[in-house]
T-cell receptor
Framework: DVKVTQSSRYLVKRTGEKVFLECVQD?????MFWYRQDPGLGLRLIYF???????EKGDIPEGYSVSREKKERFSLILESASTNQTSMYLC?????????????FGPGTRLTVL | RKEVEQDPGPFNVPEGATVAFNCTYS??????FFWYRQDCRKEPKLLMS???SGNEDGRFTAQLNRASQYISLLIRDSKLSDSATYLC???????????FGGGTRVLVKP
């Protein structure tokens, strides 16, 4: 079974703090993704990565950065957290040779910025 | 205008009944289509792909209408366990970048 884990289920931070969200997958997947999910807006892609040290902006990259130093780990960084970044953050991974359109998601991190 | 739009619901469905709902997409260049399912407080999971000719997977039937730019999902003989949010997903081109709709919530009641 594919397993995608995220470092925290719930996180509370203060405005201006630097926040790290970690994602690890155990299936040697090449592609990894970070989304945020907000009511009525669905999942929106923040950043994705097709390989180690490679990153590409998604639809809403502003205020975020990412790091992929190892194939299994993809980190999302909020350099200076703001209240409008309060959201559910979901990490996903997929492999090039896998079932087309299938991404495997982690359980999510609910981030609250006060 | 959102790229992928869905009626948020909820659709309240008696157990055993049939429910159907649509999803519209704005980009005519969209190539591939999927339905994902998301249970309450859980992560999304792929339910089924949507093929041009329509396809079934057990009690679930997916249809694609390219001319009108919508896809649909029909659930027959609804079970309590079908209660979930159904996410419509579209890709613009070959690749793994998915665009999600906001989801349609379905509640199956005894």
């Amino acid at each position: 079974d594919v397993k995608v884990t995220q470092s925290s289920r719930y996180l509370v931070k203060r405005t201006g703090e630097k926040v790290f969200l970690e994602c690890v997958q155990d299936m040697d997947h090449e592609n990894m993704f970070w989304y945020r999910q907000d009511p009525g807006l669905g999942l929106r892609l923040i950043y994705f990565s097709y390989d180690v040290k490679m990153k590409e902006k998604g639809d809403i990259p502003e205020g975020y950065s990412v790091s992929r130093e190892k194939k299994e780990r993809f980190s999302l960084i909020l350099e200076s957290a703001s209240t409008n970044q309060t959201s559910m953050y979901l990490c996903a991974s997929t492999t090039v040779g896998g079932r087309y359109g299938e991404q495997f998601f982690g359980p999510g991190t609910r981030l609250t910025v006060l | 205008r959102k790229e992928v739009e869905q009626d948020p619901g909820p659709f309240n469905v008696p157990e055993g009944a049939t429910v159907a709902f649509n999803c519209t997409y704005s980009n005519s260049a969209s190539q591939s289509f999927f339905w994902y399912r998301q249970d309450c407080r859980k992560e999304p999971k792929l339910l089924m792909s949507v093929y041009s000719s329509g396809n079934e997977d057990g009690r679930f039937t997916a249809q694609l209408n390219r001319a009108s730019q919508y896809i649909s999902l029909l659930i027959r003989d609804s079970k309590l366990s079908d209660s979930a949010t159904y996410l419509c997903v579209v890709t613009k081109a070959a690749g793994n970048k998915l665009t999600f709709g906001g989801g349609t919530r379905v509640l199956v009641k005894p």
